[in-house]
């Protein structure tokens, strides 16, 4: 071999060294910065363009790193703090470690990369003129189920992307403890969810302005909603085009089934509405969805990653937040578990707390904010005694009536082996099929008593059945062995009330959720018409012609007690949590004022659902990403 030869085959090699080592460091955990040439995270030397399928991002493995996972861990004494869930615990005391400060400046700091955090660090980003650093206690939202529209159910008890939280025992759900999973991972809970695209109803606004929050009645936030999104329909008085976020009119592949729906809701007396987000929210239609050319539209996706470019940007994945940092009354910076030591990332202007309406509480009973009794029961030192940290929590309850068909359903699609293979094969050549679309196809808002002002219920129509549990998903692409029909349903605005508090003064614990389901007579009562609500759409042709028998709760399930019983024991949550730190104008019943401002403290603003001073009458992540939207605008308001 010649010397030449000898020098490009050592060149070779000494560049193959260096992608390994390289492909170790991703492994490790590297900021995802922008920059010039640094497009979406660096690419790792393998030839890929920024943004291609083909680049590896590099992400940055913090939080829980050197954590040990326990899977399903139990404590003696059977408290709750004990039940069966995910727990991953640090190495140590973290309190009792050093803290390393951050070498970088940060003008904000924002905490969690979800549906409201990915908003604020585009919109606060943009101009250049401010630094920021998002922090994110999950990882990256390149994921094959991820991008995948109805690969949800794959990643609705997979600790890798989703928190896992259990709530108490509840009362309301015949002592049942409930599941909720949260996103954990870039794009927080908008890259887990079902997608469905709905702003709620447009007095509901109107009472967050009435209730002495100016600024967020719908006259305010329609032209918010218009400019952030790009409606597949075009622009009107009420949609938007050419916004960040593309919204689906899901008109395509459609089940035929969905029709046959459409029309009993028809005959039961509910007409067709053409746009859920448009003129009129009541009736039945189809759902829109946060989706493109057959991949999840999540916030990450329409905000954050063209945010990623930026060189003022810098997004931290698994760092796992463990406290707010103050000086006096003033929010300073951040704490935050990296690569298994506390580091402090400090702000010059003020920290967002955007973690969700169960983990913004938690940090900041963890910070000394919440109510002072329980925060001195942990330990923990109290900065501001303000009882509505936690409190308030609001959530729609929901569940499904199934039916066996005498027609084809998506059960003989996705259950056999062979048309998993079609569907994912369609999926991944042309962006299209069953599996581009949500687990829910046909859906509506209804009124149970025709005196009330709106629809207090809404309705979720599926083309398939899951009756049969599989271990450790939720079994949208292993269906029922049977044609299959789920009709489902939720509260709009229950006024049941639950809590989130403390476990313990660890923030790697999870905290404990109350959720008091169905804790009213007017919930029950609403809940027991909307239940002979589902039914009668059952029975009206079309529809009714193609079922062949009810399955659950079945027939046999009639008397008034028989059917509160039945939906005491099988509902859930529709993963709508909020209110939890609400805005409100006197901090005796709020947490955050209009300008989502922790009344009595300095620097420091909450920005996401939990912000939410009532409860939205429909799907929650289009009004999260709007309070990220909403509230970037105030911060750079009042930023001068």
Known sequence: MSQQRIRLAQRVEHRR???????????????????????????NGLGARPGSRKALVRVQRTGRAGASRKRHRR??????????????????????????????????????????????????????RYRVLLLEAGGTDRRLFVQMPLGYGKLFHDPAVNWC?????????????????????????????????????????????????????????????????????????????GGPLHVSANRRDLHPLTHAYLG???????????????????????????????????????????????????VRTHAHATRVVFEGRRAVGVEYRHKGALQLARAGREVILSGGAVNTPQLLMLSGVGPGADLAAFGLPVLLDNANVGGNLCDHQGLNYTWRMKTRTL???????????????????TGRGPLSMSINQGGGFFRTDPGLPRPNMQLYMQAFSTLLPRAGERPILTPDPFPGLSLGLSNCRPTSRGRISLHSADPFAAPRITANAYATEADVAEMLAAVKMLRRIAAQPPL??????????????????????????????????????????????????????????????VCDASAFPTLIGGNTNAPSILMGWKGAQMILEDAG
């Open 165 to 241: 939280y259990r709530t108490e025992p509840d009362p309301g759900l015949a002592g049942q403890a409930d599941h909720w999973p949260r996103g954990k991972l870039l794009g927080g809970s908008s890259s887990i969810n079902a997608m469905v695209w709905i702003r709620g109803h447009s007095s509901d606004y109107d009472d967050w302005q009435a209730a002495g929050n100016p600024g967020w009645g719908w006259a305010d936030v329609l032209p918010a909603y218009r400019a952030l999104e790009d409606w597949e329909g075009g622009a009107d008085e009420f949609r938007g085009a």
């Open 544 to 605: 009714a012609d193609l079922i062949a028998e009810e399955l659950r709760p079945g027939p046999a399930v009639s008397s008034d007690a028989e059917l509160i019983a039945d939906f005491r024991a099988r509902s859930g949550t529709v993963y709508h949590a909020s209110c939890s730190a609400r805005m409100g104008p006197d901090a005796a019943d709020s947490v955050v004022d209009a300008r989502l401002r922790v009344h009595g403290l300095a620097g420091l603003r």
């Open 411 to 429: 059960n003989e699609v996705l259950r056999p082996w062979w048309g998993k293979a079609l569907v994912g094969a369609r999926w991944l050549l």
């Open 17 to 43: 060294d260096g992608q390994h080592r390289r492909l170790r460091q991703d492994k490790q955990g590297e900021d995802l910065r922008g920059g010039k040439g640094r497009a979406l995270g660096h690419v």
């Open 75 to 128: 404590v003696a004494n059977g408290s709750a703090a004990g039940r069966a869930r995910w727990c991953i615990r640090p190495r140590g005391d973290v309190r009792s470690g050093r803290v390393a400060t951050d070498a970088a400046g940060y003008d904000y700091v924002i905490v969690g990369a979800g549906s409201a955090g990915c908003v604020l660090a585009d919109r606060l980003t943009a101009s250049g």
């Open 264 to 314: 009993a809701c028809a005959e039961a007396g509910l007409p067709g509405t053409p746009d859920f987000n448009g003129a009129q929210q009541e009736g039945a239609g189809v759902y829109q969805l946060s989706v493109k050319g057959g991949r999840r539209m999540s916030a990450a996706r329409a905000f954050l990653r063209p945010a990623m470019r930026r060189a003022n940007l810098t």
